[in-house]
Each structure stands twice: as C-alpha cells, then as structure tokens.
C-alpha cells in the first residue's frame, strides 16, 4: 500500500463498528415475523419461521444451498484485518448451519475519496480468507457511501439430512465455545497489544471448530455463532429454539487478554444496552456475578465463536483435542438463560 494508505485508519471514518453496528433484536425480530407470514415453499428447510444463522433450501435428496449475508462499518483501523475479518464472520454462519462454503460476492459500500489501494487491500484479504474456507469471491456490488461498510453474501452446500440448526438443545448436554468473548470491550478499551491479539483470533474461520463438530460419534444438538446479540443473546436464542434452559458459569467463560480489565473500568460498547433491552426477562444473573462478567456476557462479538450443545462425552473430546471451552450446561425448564 501507499503511505496514504498506511496511514489511514478505518475507524475514524465510522461511528459503530462491526457486529455491533446491527440493528438491535427487538425490532428486527418484529420485521422477521411480519416477513415470515408468507407461505412458505417446501424446499425451503431453514428460512424466517423461524429464522436460525443461515437460510436453507433443499435442491436435490443430497445436496442443501447454505446462504447468508453480513456486512458492517470498519472495527480496526487496518484494511487488511478489516477485509479479513469481515469474510471470516460472514462464513461463520455456513459453518454453524454444517455447511461447506463453495461462493462469495462481496458487498461493499465506500465513501469515493476512500483511496483506491485501500479498497483493494480490503477485497484480496476478504478473497483470501473466502479462499481458505474453500471457496471462491466471484463477484458482488460496490456502491457509494459516506461510511465504509463491507462484507459478504456467502453460498455453501450440507446434506438435508445434516444441518445444524440453535434447535435442539436437550437437558443434560454440555455447552462448549470454541473462542473467547469480549472482542466489543477489547477494541473499545483494550491496550495495543491486546487489541491485536483479538484481531488475530477474530480473523480465524470457524472452520475447523465445525470441522470438529462433524467428527462427533453423534450430531451436536445444537449450534448456532456468537456474533452481535452477544453470548447471552445467541444463548437465548438457543433456548427458546430449544424450549430448554441454558447455564452460563461466569467463571468458565474464556476471556480474550485484556476484557476483564477493560470491562472492569467500565468500557461498554453501544451494543450492550441493545442487547440488555432485547434480553429483558429472559436472563437470570446470580448475586455472585460481577458486573465485568456480566458485560462481557452481554458483549457484541464479531467474528466470535462456535457454541454448541453436545452430550458430555463429546464435550470433553472437543474440549481436550479441539480447543473448545466448556462453559456450561442444558438443563430442564422453561426457555431461559442464567449467568452464575
């Protein structure tokens, strides 16, 4: 790249950035359900009704189209980890739905005095991660706007008969998480090096965590990506999916270096009171909980972690040879999750 381009920062040009640009749940939820009154068709095996990580359709006995979108303003100030990141959080959701990624097209919006070279920066490092996934970037759209947004339409393929879905956690399964949470509070008030540690991570595919899961002697229950709703949210997510209750133990829940501290000081991210408010009456929180636990818990991810549902056996295997994290349990009840 050009020194002009070495030296801008992508930040500066945004106001929100990444997952926690999304709009918040509750009112997105109110526009899903106005959208799924259609009549469905019946190859469509995941769509709205209800909505999960990806839409599903059936084109043949052995052979599903995975298909998802995920776009957002700049997180990080580098073109290269922004390109990055934002292709490795759009496959994510192939990956929790079981899917393979075989496409991408980008999607992409860029104020014109944006330079060019930072623009392509952003491109070859999204393709480059699209391309590890095992697919291809094969074109998208570029427009123009005030505020740089970028991110991916992404296709893959699962068997009908194999897709994942955040239904079906059942009591007595074990949570495991295969990446830290924090990233929101990290880059809003994390120190340099702990910023780039996240980075590093938020730029790895969910891959081979799914690839994990595939491997199980049984199916996951259920599985579904941490991204903008946070950890609880998703969470909640899967158990009203699942009618059952989740357990979040504060203690096990891994933390990127630096989120505690952050969290600590008290550095929240526009998105916690969003997803606080599309919580309410949904979550539990013990007396023992601190409030740095509980942001955290609450915090926006992008690019975060695989959670999954599985019997105890297989939590154990993903925990020792996968580098999962247990970080709590399914159990009986009315849909709800608690935070002890």
Not at 71 to 89: H, K, R, S
Not at 130 to 138: M, Y
Request: aromatic residues 6%; contains cysteine.
């Amino acid at each position: 790249m050009t020194d002009i381009a070495l030296d801008l920062r992508l930040t500066e040009w945004t106001s929100c950035g990444g997952c926690a640009a999304k709009w918040g749940a509750s009112p997105l939820s109110g526009l899903v359900r106005e959208l799924a009154a259609a009549a469905p068709d019946p190859a469509l095996l995941i769509g709205l009704a209800p909505f999960d990580d990806a839409a599903v359709y059936k084109v043949s006995d052995d052979a599903a189209l995975v298909s998802t979108t995920d776009f957002f303003p700049p997180l990080v100030d580098d073109p290269d980890d922004f390109g990055a990141i934002a292709a490795a959080n759009a496959c994510s959701d192939v990956f929790a739905m079981g899917g393979r990624v075989v496409l991408a097209l980008n999607v992409a919006a860029f104020p014109e005095r944006l330079p060019p070279e930072v623009v392509a920066t952003i491109f070859a490092a999204a393709a480059t991660v699209v391309t590890e996934a095992g697919g291809i970037v094969a074109g998208g759209h570029t427009i123009r706007s005030e505020e740089p947004i970028f991110g991916l339409a992404v296709q893959g393929l699962v068997h009908p008969d194999r897709v994942w879905t955040k239904a079906g956690a059942q009591a007595g399964a074990q949570l495991v998480l295969s990446k830290p949470i924090g990233t929101g509070i990290v880059l809003a008030g994390g120190s340099p090096q702990d910023k780039a540690a996240a980075i590093g991570r938020m730029r790895r595919l969910n891959q081979g965590a799914a690839e994990a899961l595939s491997g199980l002697g049984a199916a996951p229950h259920a599985v579904t990506d941490v991204t903008g709703f946070g950890l609880l949210g998703h969470g909640w997510e899967m158990a009203e999916r699942s009618n059952a209750r989740l357990v979040f133990e504060a203690g096990a829940l891994p933390l990127y270096d630096g989120a505690s501290a952050a969290a600590e000081s008290g550095v929240r991210t526009g998105g916690d009171a969003r997803n606080r408010t599309y919580l309410e009456g949904h979550v539990e929180v013990g007396e023992g909980v601190s409030e740095a636990a509980e942001a955290l818990a609450y915090d926006p991810q992008t690019s975060g972690g695989l959670l999954a549902a599985v019997g105890p056996e297989d939590a154990q295997r993903l925990v020792a040879d996968h580098g999962f994290t247990a970080v709590g349990r399914v159990t009986d009840g009315a849909a709800a999750v608690e935070l002890i």
